[in-house]
């Protein structure tokens, strides 16, 4: 079970790489397509009107399928942005006590977000909605990638609970230990030196 988990979340972040490079590719063809315009009315004096049809709102598309596709993959790594202030001096105990309580909290959100988001595109699928740039396209085919990722994530912080029950060893939580291990040898080194 744990390769396949690992697999689906690596192959989520890949994904999501794949969109980012998506967004890459679309800005520099406009890009491209404007600088040969700019060239044309220099030389010509009109502009050819190279465009690539949409860009803003299919950059737009592959960014939010970039954003959700990337969260079990982040979590997993220790990506994530945590605010460990309250709980970074508590003895072992009680901070996985709140780790439990605060990945629990933040399983129940994702599930939550997960069910209305598949509601979302259930609504969009059945009332046939398009997107309203050049190139009209069912919008419930680029909304798909917000349910997928936000399913995929859910699926992690349920693996994070468990483990963190488990008392496995966790990507986030260990660079949190490193950075505190660090930041005390800092201290405490600065202190030695004065």
């Not at 399928?65 to 072992?92: C, K, Q």
């Not at 990638?145 to 483990?163: E, K, R, Y």
């Not at 008392?167 to 291990?181: V, Y």
Request: aromatic share 10%.
């Amino acid at each position: 079970m744990r390769v396949f988990l690992d697999k689906l979340y690596a192959l989520s972040g890949g994904v999501a790489a794949a969109f980012l490079l998506a967004i890459c590719i679309a800005v520099m063809l406009q890009v491209c397509a404007n600088m040969i315009d700019s060239a044309a009315r220099l030389i010509v004096g009109e502009p050819v009107g190279l465009v690539v049809p949409s860009y803003s709102e299919f950059t737009g598309f592959f960014l939010v399928a970039a954003s959700f596709l990337a969260l079990a993959n982040s979590l997993r790594h220790g990506a994530h942005i945590r605010v460990t202030l309250l709980i970074r001096g508590l003895h072992p105990g009680p901070r996985r006590l709140i780790e439990i309580w605060c990945c629990t909290i933040a399983l129940a959100f994702a599930a939550f977000f997960a069910w209305y988001s598949v509601a979302l595109v259930w609504d969009s699928y059945v009332y046939n909605d398009v997107s309203p740039g050049i190139v009209a396209v069912p919008i419930w085919i680029p909304q798909l990638s917000m349910p997928l990722g936000l399913i995929v994530f859910t699926i992690a912080l349920a693996d994070t609970v468990i483990a963190i029950i488990r008392r496995e060893k966790l990507a986030f939580l260990s660079s949190e230990e490193d950075t505190t291990t660090s930041s005390e040898s800092d201290i405490s080194g600065t202190g030695a030196e004065g």
